[in-house]
């Protein structure tokens, strides 16, 4: 199943209503729970989207986003709104917050979209745990940083059935102009997320060893990048991370070198449940493991000088 859905502008810019349509839920009445680096920038996009906008975080207030109402814990956000986005760490959380949900006295929520990379078991699993309470899911994990997040260009990749998916089509227009359905059934859009995170993971690792061998031959950075970036070698690494964070030295991309080193591990499991091949996910994985050991918590675009010192 494929669909594209790409708005010119967020979903209350264009004259429709943010929330859900169809299904008998009202527009405009959403919650979220997760307001780490991308899920306080995506909670902004929902009120910037004309959505009427209730947050928790396990850590407090202080990330929720201008506009929205900040509640006390996750079954407030169930009594309050009709749909409720997750951006979690893990699958763990995800299925915690869940079991929140269905415990919460007075439960108003009817659909959960989880943006959260949490691997397609989990996904199924959430899902599963969520219809016995009659609360539909969405697998809706986003992929394009908190830089894209910002500027409504990441990507939404969602799937889920037929009736949650044109339910909460609002929220997910409120999130990003660019959404794609991948499929119709949760976990669906977890592989995918995986597939492209471990495609980043080693274009990334990939780029800093031949950056390194090139300045160990004489040869200047930025001569190297504008040189890739008009050949075959050209990827997101040589054009966006390395002449944004490593060229500048920055290293603020806003993703941690742990959180990739879970997701390739993600990855590297679902493979292994599948009996796909996985020689060069070892490698890649056995890169980043190493990494997040040496420094955890680090900015995944670090890895250029832990690879060149290595």
Sequence with gaps: MEETDELRGPAGREGRPCGTEGGGVSAGNVGFVGLGNMGSVLAGNLVGAGCAV????????????????????????????DVLVLS????????????EILAASGRRVRYVVDTSTVGPAAARTVAGLLAEGEVGYVDAPVSGGVAGARARTLTVMYAGDDKA??????????????????????????????????????????????????????LDMATMLDALNGSSGRSAATSDKFPAHVLTGRYAAGFTNSLMDKDVRLYLGAVGEQGGPAAIGAATGALWARFAEAEPGADFTRIFPFVDGA
């Design 54 to 81: 209730v947050t928790h975080d396990a850590l407090g207030p202080h990330r929720s986003p201008d506009g929205a109402e900040y509640v006390p814990d996750v079954a407030e956000v169930a009594r309050r709104t």
């Design 88 to 99: 979690l760490p893990d699958g763990a959380a995800s299925e915690q917050v869940a079991h």
């Design 165 to 218: 998916c044109s339910c909460v089509e609002g929220v997910l227009a409120g999130l990003s102009d660019r959404r794609r359905r991948v499929g119709d059934r949760p976990g669906m859009a977890q592989a995918l997320k995986l597939a492209n995170n471990f495609l980043s993971a080693t274009t990334l690792a990939a780029t800093s060893e031949a950056v390194a061998f090139g300045l160990a031959a004489g």
